[in-house]
């Protein structure tokens, strides 16, 4: 049987739900300003996959974000919090692609595009964490300024490379219904997200299906009608 998967996007988007109720456990947490109340257990094997890059990718569906390059490579180590100039933005540049290695320390913050409270924060003394973490949205510097700042706790010791980027965000579609489906962005959660049902089918699960959900057990995985069933995603600990 294959590993049921959340897509990625949306696995993180429920992850970020969790973190604003301040009940994540995950050692890489999104907090964002507004919370909506919605506590969702994940499957561990699910989520991990996600953060280490192992999940299945869902491509080229409703509502992905597509991140390019720009400009310059910019590098550096540093201790603590500091700012990192990136020069003069390009023409289109709305993000900034980090990857950041911290070899030593605490807990690290970096600012994402979107609301004005949303970041990624993780711990580095966490002995499960990766060498590096990748963000592809950190928010870009303020107009007028190039630099961005990372925060860190005293005396921890990071490095990063850092290059603007464009973002560019598809529509999600509409089935007969009138249920958007797609992948969770920056907008939010469409009606039905895409995952994998444990028959290996791609599909959309309903989130009201989903958030209704409480402990363990096994939704509808769908079409993107919302109404015909091909399989189903198992949630809780795998």
Known sequence: MNTPTLDPSFASAIENELASLGTATSRLQRHQRRARGIAVV?????????????????SNLPGETTTTPLGAVVTGTFT????IDLGAPPAHAGA???????????????LLTGNQGDAVTWNCGDSGR???VHISNGRP???GE????ITADPGTRWSVTAQYASRSTSEWKVNANGQTYGVANDNGLPDLSAA?????KQGYILNADLFALVGEGTINVYESD???VIGQFFIGNT
Request: hydrophobic fraction near 45%; charge should be negative; aromatic fraction near 0%.
């Open 42 to 58: 994940i499957g561990t094997v699910a989520l991990a996959g996600v953060l280490t890059g192992g999940a299945i990718v869902i």
């Open 80 to 83: 603590g919090t500091a700012s």
């Open 96 to 110: 900034v692609i980090l990857d950041v290695t911290c070899t030593e320390g605490g807990t690290m913050l970096v």
């Open 130 to 132: 990766r060498d590096t």
């Open 141 to 143: 510097p303020a107009a």
């Open 146 to 149: 190039t630099s961005i700042t």
């Open 196 to 200: 994998q049902a444990t028959n290996g």
């Open 226 to 228: 919302g109404e015909t």
